[in-house]
């Protein structure tokens, strides 16, 4: 680094740029880079939420998707291996759907341990007063403390988020609104890195997922703590299961009342499954009581059924078969770890940290 240029790039945010809520579509040759923590199977939210937009993106561009095992560790420390097994069954999940294998790599952030590398340089250079602003922190942190995870990997979860994108030279993380300030922070860690070392890391834009948020099985917000979402490849029976168990419009007492398909979360989930005629009978059925709510949920379990046979199917032949799926996450970890490594190198390159003697 240049003595004489006066280091302000500490300053984070009023330089840091306040990212647009508008996405635009990203240039040709664009990177994309994102991720999910295995700690839980994969829901719809996560699929309408990150992978369709995932699936949207791959014929376009080269997308690096990684299963964030690291992340995951944050909050389930003490169950390191139930993280493992999730990470690989996310893996062969991942392939179910319409992930590519071969026009994206797929790779497991714990077989990339250039991650962690790039990881210290950030650390080393990221002020805690930007850590300490992060809203998802703060929010989480009475929650953390509670629950035993208030620990330094949890606190520091941005930082190995911003290497987990510069690592591969990602461009563009498709995000939530919500996730806004975590890819800011990356970006001002990548800022100061580039003006500190006279890096070229590129700065990362947010590509915005159009889904609204999601309802969950019991009408609140769907998420993973409430336990009230559809998990992505369910079996028909459980599908039946949980929605039997679904609450429906509360107005809706008898066979004999109309109901209200605005208030009812079985309908939230026809808009996702259902095509225009069958969202046109639930809907002029409920509002006359013309139907009952057993043969509306009935029909949505059809649908959802026959959207999850094929991955469902997909999913049970890779676990059926490990010696194709560990073949495919050695690939996909072996072609993220060749990039990851020349990446890194140049960051040895920049910031100097190398050998000076041949002990290597
Ligand atoms: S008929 Fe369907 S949309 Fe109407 S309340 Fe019953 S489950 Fe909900």
Redesign the pocket.
């Given at each position: 680094m240049s003595s004489e240029i006066k280091d302000n790039s500490s300053a984070q945010s009023s330089s840091a740029i306040q990212i647009s809520r508008a996405s635009e579509k990203p240039p040709k040759g664009s990177i994309i880079m994102s991720g999910m923590r295995s700690t839980s199977h994969i829901h719809i939210g996560n699929f309408f939420g990150a992978m369709k937009p995932w699936l949207d993106l791959q014929n376009e561009y080269m997308g690096y998707y990684g299963v964030m095992n690291w992340h995951g560790l944050t909050t389930k420390y003490k169950e390191p291996h139930e993280v493992m097994s999730f990470a690989r069954e996310m893996y062969a999940e991942w392939i179910a759907w319409g992930l590519d294998h071969e026009k994206n790599v797929i790779f497991i952030q714990s077989e990339v341990p250039e991650h962690i590398e790039l990881t210290m340089f950030f650390m080393m250079l990221t002020p805690m007063s930007w850590l300490e602003r992060v809203p998802t922190w703060k929010d989480a942190e009475e929650e953390a403390k509670a629950s035993d995870t208030h620990n330094l990997g949890r606190f520091m979860y941005p930082v190995l988020q911003a290497a987990d994108i510069a690592v591969y030279r990602g461009t563009h993380v498709p995000i939530g609104q919500d996730q806004i300030p975590h890819l800011e922070l990356s970006r001002d860690i990548i800022k100061r890195f580039n003006f500190l070392y006279g890096g070229n890391l590129p700065e990362p834009k947010p590509i915005f997922s159009s889904t609204p948020v999601l309802i969950g099985t019991d009408g609140r917000k769907m998420s993973k703590s409430y336990n009230n979402a559809f998990q992505l490849t369910q079996s028909p029976d459980e599908v039946s299961k949980t929605l039997r168990a679904m609450p429906?419009?509360p107005a809706?007492v008898r066979r004999t009342d109309p109901?209200?398909?605005a208030?009812?979360p079985?309908?939230s989930f026809?808009k996702l499954y259902s095509q225009p005629e069958d969202l046109r009978w639930?809907?002029e059925?409920?509002k006359s009581a013309g139907?009952?709510?057993g043969?509306?949920?009935k029909r949505l379990g059809e649908r959802i059924n026959e959207n999850m046979a094929k991955p469902f199917a997909a999913k049970q032949e890779l676990l059926s078969n490990p010696e194709k799926l560990d073949s495919l996450i050695a690939d996909g970890c072996a072609r993220a770890r060749k990039i990851a490594k020349q990446q890194l190198d140049q960051v040895k390159d920049w910031t100097g940290f190398k050998p000076s003697g041949d002990w290597v």
């Open positions: 429906t419009d809706r109901g209200d398909p208030k009812c079985v309908y026809h639930a809907e059925g409920c139907i009952g709510c043969d509306c949920k």
